[in-house]
């Protein structure tokens, strides 16, 4: 059993940074890929970025594709989204997912644990 808990998240301005933490504990890190996603008021859950278990393979949205940086370290069972050049539109709740498998997915539905999620808000 895999738990993530995510920290980090808060209120920044349009064209601030932010970055947002998962820890992970439970199973073995490196073997599950990670993704972030994220979900408006309103809105679907979209993904935001996934990143293979070993950090070599990363998949970006193409709404925050050249602003955001996933990255893990596997040997602190940590995955990070770094945001840079935030929008308001950039607003939701942002969730961090682990799978089974190393091979990463931009498919909600192939990610099996979630944590809790962290509020980020930019305002404009």
């Known amino acids: 059993q895999v738990q993530l808990e995510e920290s980090g998240g808060g209120l920044v301005q349009a064209g601030g940074s932010l970055r947002i933490s998962c820890a992970a504990s439970g199973g073995t890190f490196s073997s599950n890929a990670m993704g972030w996603f994220r979900q408006a008021p309103g809105k679907d859950r979209e993904v935001v970025a996934t990143?293979?278990?070993?950090?070599?393979?990363?998949y970006y949205a193409d709404s925050v594709k050249g602003r955001f940086t996933i990255n893990r370290d596997n040997a602190k069972n940590t995955v990070w989204l770094q945001m840079n050049s935030l929008k308001p539109e950039d607003t939701a709740v942002y969730y961090c997912a682990a799978r089974y498998s190393p091979r990463a997915t931009m498919l909600s539905q192939e990610y099996h644990y979630w944590g809790q999620g962290t509020q980020v808000t930019v305002s404009s």
């Open positions: 990143i293979s278990g070993g950090g070599t393979s990363t």
